[in-house]
C-alpha cells in the first residue's frame, strides 16, 4: 500500500465539523510528502477514486470557509 492511501484512509472519518482550514492545510501537506516518498520508494501511482471523492470533498469545505470569511456575518 503507499503511503498517500495512507494519509486518505486517516482523514476520511472525519465528519465535516471537523475539518478547519488549519486541518485541511495539514492534509494537504501530509499527501505532498506521502507523494513524495512513494515516488523516492518507487511505490506505483496511487490514484483511486475514493481518495479523489475525499479530495474533491475537501477542496468544496475549503471553498465554504473562504465564502463563510468573504460574507458579513454581523
Same mark, same amino acid.
Given at each position: %500500500?503507499? =503511503? *498517500?492511501?495512507? $494519509? =486518505? !484512509? %486517516?482523514? +476520511?472519518?472525519? !465528519?465535516d #465539523?471537523?475539518?478547519?482550514? #488549519?486541518? $485541511?492545510? &495539514?492534509?494537504?501537506? %501530509? *499527501?505532498?510528502?506521502?507523494?513524495? &516518498? /512513494? +515516488?523516492?520508494?518507487?511505490?506505483?501511482?496511487? !490514484? /483511486? #477514486?475514493?481518495?479523489? +471523492? &475525499?479530495?474533491?470533498? $475537501?477542496?468544496? &469545505?475549503?471553498?465554504?470557509?473562504?465564502? =463563510? +470569511?468573504?460574507? /458579513?456575518h /454581523?
Amino acid at each position: %500500500m503507499c =503511503y *498517500v492511501s495512507v $494519509i =486518505y !484512509s %486517516m482523514f +476520511k472519518p472525519f !465528519s465535516d #465539523e471537523w475539518f478547519t482550514q #488549519e486541518r $485541511i492545510n &495539514l492534509f494537504r501537506r %501530509m *499527501v505532498k510528502d506521502a507523494e513524495t &516518498l /512513494d +515516488k523516492e520508494l518507487g511505490q506505483p501511482d496511487c !490514484s /483511486d #477514486e475514493e481518495n479523489a +471523492k &475525499l479530495a474533491n470533498h $475537501i477542496n468544496e &469545505l475549503e471553498e465554504q470557509f473562504c465564502e =463563510y +470569511k468573504g460574507a /458579513d456575518h /454581523d
